[in-house]
């Protein structure tokens, strides 16, 4: 019964580990939509000086809420929290992993949304083919 005890307790472990791991990972896909993708927006035509102001107000949002996660993941994973159980430190961490992966979706669709109203801009013009280089061909193409 104690070996048992003892290997699911390093079970548990691994796994919130693995799932920590994953969390700070998805927070580098976040940043990663944020940066390659604006860039691009900046240079959109499709896009008014307002319209990129409001996109870039949108993703700080989306930054802020992911690093909060973060922050809330930071104090279960600090040994100084003694006083939590490893169930209610599991708990923790699982909520912050579906938090972040939650928010990764969310930023996903969102940079898939703005793209798609340039495109349908771009369309109207009869000037996909600018929009189509700037965020990449048929094969590329995720939005």
Do not use: H
Not at 24 to 40: E, Q, T
């Amino acid at each position: 019964k104690k070996y048992y005890d003892a290997l699911q307790s390093v079970n548990n472990l691994v796994r919130d580990a693995r799932k920590v791991q994953q969390t700070v990972l998805m927070l580098g896909d976040i940043s990663g939509y944020y940066v390659n993708n604006f860039k691009k927006m900046l240079t959109d035509p499709n896009f008014t000086s307002g319209e990129l102001s409001a996109i870039a107000s949108g993703y700080t949002r989306l930054l802020e809420e992911a690093n909060g996660v973060l922050g809330d993941l930071k104090q279960v994973v600090n040994i100084s929290t003694l006083s939590m159980t490893d169930k209610d430190r599991m708990d923790v961490v699982d909520d912050c992993y579906k938090e972040m992966k939650r928010l990764k979706n969310l930023t996903a669709y969102y940079t898939n949304k703005n793209i798609s109203v340039s495109y349908l801009r771009a369309k109207k013009k009869a000037d996909t083919q600018r929009v189509v280089a700037l965020y990449g061909d048929g094969s590329e193409k995720y939005w």
